[in-house]
């Protein structure tokens, strides 16, 4: 019976251990969420900041969200007039796809393709050189740049063909 009496109280124990556990994971949880985000890409803080008159403002999460709409609306008009083989737009929508966010280093890339379809060699280059300045990582980027520097793309000569 003395056995029943010592094992029920290390339930009680167990079970304060483990409340006092999960308590402490909320309260951490909520620490996290609650949280403020650090700065953005830009150096601003996402907490609220004051404007030129010294107003309190809140950060505008929509206008956020419409940015990377209009981002990905403008790569989404280039890769259409890619296909559309209208070069020229591409590349104006590539370029405001990249000043909106240089991040994507799909950008760079495919406004290289519309660069190299008007057969602007050195800039598409430039392109790459500096979307790898943005994503140093990004081997698609590197490796289309190894290919333009080797000159696999330039035109044959005339008294010795291509196969």
């Not at 979307?131 to 005339?158: C, H, Y």
């Amino acid at each position: 019976m003395e056995n029943q009496a010592k094992n029920k109280n290390h339930g009680w124990v167990y079970f304060l251990v483990f409340a006092v556990l999960i308590l402490i994971f909320i309260i951490v949880g909520w620490g996290y969420i609650l949280k403020p985000q650090a700065t953005n890409n830009t150096g601003s803080s996402n907490q609220n900041q004051q404007d030129a008159s010294g107003n309190r403002q809140t950060p505008d999460i929509k206008n956020q969200n419409d940015q990377v709409k209009k981002d990905n609306d403008f790569y989404d008009s280039a890769l259409k007039s890619l296909q559309e083989k209208d070069f020229a737009a591409a590349i104006e929508n590539f370029d405001q796809a990249i000043a909106v966010n240089p991040y994507n280093a799909a950008y760079f890339s495919g406004k290289s393709e519309a660069l190299l379809n008007l057969n602007q060699k050195d800039e598409a280059k430039a392109t790459l050189e500096k979307g790898i300045n943005f994503n140093p990582t990004d081997q698609l980027l590197r490796s289309k740049l190894d290919v333009l520097n080797k000159d696999f793309l330039a035109p044959a000569k005339q008294d010795n063909p291509r196969l």
